[in-house]
């Protein structure tokens, strides 16, 4: 039960520490890829110092690479789409930190439980040899059901640890394909600018 107790403390504090880092660096605002696209020449015309201005305001994935899209937009394409691919695997690497944590306390745990409650049951069975002549069956059985708790709490462990680490990994999922998004439609906007630089056309 001790490496058990240690592993279910270890999870909740990556579980917590994940929720924060999620709120910090894993937020999308859903207006802020409209706006964007607008300052740069979707709808009002092209005032990129103040989309640029937005995306930095903003935090998250997606107001990063906007933000380094408007940035090199005078580069071809193939250099904006490495850059950002820098940029936004920053945060990736920081949204999936600890995950591996999860990832193995669910397999682990269930192990870990079932050889406290083996332990627990040989214990019980030694304990048979002692008690039956004193006709004393109780104390067996008292051995037998705190034998399960191991079993109990290894699986309550991996349960909440997989539902975790799953969360977490589909916010990264969904995050990238937000951001993919949201590049993809500012690349195709930047496209349309008048005046950008024959340079940045020469990748596609």
Request: proline share 3%; hydrophobic share 45%.
């Given at each position: 039960?001790?490496?058990?107790?240690?592993?279910?403390?270890?999870?909740?504090?990556?579980?917590?520490?994940?929720?924060?880092?999620?709120?910090q660096?894993?937020?999308?605002?859903?207006q802020?890829?409209?706006?964007?696209?607008a300052?740069?020449?979707?709808?009002?015309?092209?005032?990129?110092?103040?989309?640029?201005?937005?995306?930095?305001?903003?935090?998250?994935?997606?107001?990063?690479?906007?933000?380094?899209?408007?940035?090199?937009?005078?580069?071809?394409?193939?250099?904006?789409?490495?850059?950002?691919?820098?940029?936004?695997?920053?945060?990736?690497?920081?949204?999936?930190?600890?995950?591996?944590?999860?990832?193995?306390?669910?397999?682990?745990?269930?192990?870990?439980?079932?050889?406290?409650?083996?332990?627990?049951?040989?214990?019980?069975?030694?304990?048979?040899?002692?008690?039956?002549?004193?006709?004393?069956?109780?104390?067996?059985?008292?051995?037998?059901?705190?034998?399960l708790?191991?079993?109990?709490?290894?699986?309550?462990?991996?349960?909440?640890?997989?539902?975790?680490?799953?969360?977490?990994?589909?916010?990264?999922?969904?995050?990238?394909?937000e951001?993919?998004?949201?590049?993809?439609?500012?690349?195709?906007?930047?496209d349309?600018?008048?005046?950008?630089?024959?340079?940045?056309?020469?990748?596609?």
């Amino acid at each position: 039960m001790w490496p058990l107790l240690a592993l279910s403390v270890l999870c909740a504090t990556v579980i917590v520490e994940r929720m924060l880092a999620f709120r910090q660096w894993g937020c999308a605002q859903a207006q802020l890829l409209p706006q964007v696209l607008a300052l740069c020449g979707e709808g009002r015309g092209e005032d990129f110092e103040a989309a640029l201005r937005l995306c930095r305001q903003s935090s998250g994935p997606v107001a990063a690479c906007l933000g380094t899209v408007i940035e090199r937009r005078e580069a071809s394409t193939a250099q904006i789409e490495r850059r950002v691919e820098e940029v936004g695997a920053g945060f990736w690497l920081r949204l999936e930190r600890g995950l591996s944590v999860l990832d193995t306390a669910t397999t682990i745990s269930p192990l870990l439980g079932l050889l406290g409650t083996i332990l627990g049951m040989i214990g019980a069975f030694n304990a048979i040899g002692a008690q039956s002549s004193r006709n004393n069956p109780d104390t067996v059985l008292s051995g037998v059901g705190e034998a399960l708790y191991a079993t109990a709490m290894g699986i309550t462990i991996a349960v909440v640890s997989f539902v975790a680490y799953n969360a977490f990994a589909a916010r990264i999922r969904q995050l990238t394909g937000e951001t993919e998004l949201a590049v993809t439609r500012l690349l195709n906007v930047l496209d349309e600018v008048p005046g950008r630089s024959p340079s940045s056309q020469e990748a596609r």
